[in-house]
T-cell receptor
């Protein structure tokens, strides 16, 4: 089992560009999450999904969109990147809401 | 602000000593707590969890204590090793009658182990 994988690992964007981060999990988990982590901060929830075809907003959803077309994949999109979105992005999945979340290795995004 | 916080941002211990990392939470409805370890450049890794119907849970070299009266959580690491050096996060979860609850993370404590 690969667990949770994320692509790409690194990316540099210019302000206004768009991109999509891909998260994949092979544990048949219902729940998937996107977080961002900034220096000296904990993880903040951007969006999450409780099952295929569903998405919901987390703590810091502005500027991001997500899609969960397949159970194993959770996509995070930035339509018009801003320097404030420079961060490390982590994807996670879990079998239940009140259960351990498994994290991917992260994507380091820099917006110039 | 965040409902989960940590008493100390950094902790330095001698190899072989025990480490105690503390965490305070503010929501008395929180019913599930997790400790994660994050090494530099990696994603958070699950260490141990505890539900609100317990006050202590032990794993391999780690123990989590939950004091619901004062809304305090601690992680104890026995015989701390250099490989334990990392940032440790506590997180709380509130489940609303079985529907989706989200983890709320604290800012983390950096543990440094001196050889």
């Amino acid at each position: 089992n690969a667990g949770v994988t994320q692509t790409p690992k690194f990316r540099v964007l210019k302000t206004g560009q768009s991109m999509t981060l891909l998260c994949a999990q092979d544990m048949n988990h219902e729940y998937m999450y996107w977080y961002r982590q900034d220096p000296g901060m904990g993880l903040r929830l951007i969006h999450y999904s409780v099952g295929e075809g569903t998405t919901a907003k987390g703590e810091v959803p502005d500027g991001y969109n997500v899609s969960r077309l397949k159970k194993q994949n959770f996509l995070l999109g930035l339509e018009s990147a801003a320097p404030s979105q420079t961060s490390v992005y982590f994807c996670a999945s879990s079998s239940r809401a009140d259960n351990e979340q498994f994290f991917g290795p992260g994507t380091r995004l820099t917006v110039l | 602000g965040e409902s989960v916080g940590l008493h100390l941002p950094t902790l330095s211990v001698q190899e072989g000593d025990n480490s105690i990392i503390n965490c305070a939470y503010s929501n008395s409805a929180s019913d599930y707590f997790i400790w994660y370890k994050q090494e530099s450049g990696k994603g958070p890794q699950f260490i141990i969890d505890i539900r609100s119907n317990m006050d202590k849970r032990q794993g391999q070299r780690v123990t989590v204590l939950l004091n619901k009266t004062v809304k305090h959580l601690s992680l104890q690491i026995a015989a701390t090793q250099p490989g334990d050096s990392a940032v440790y996060f506590c997180a709380e979860n509130i489940s609303y009658g079985g529907s989706q609850g989200n983890l709320i993370f604290g800012k983390g404590t950096k543990l440094s182990v001196k050889p």
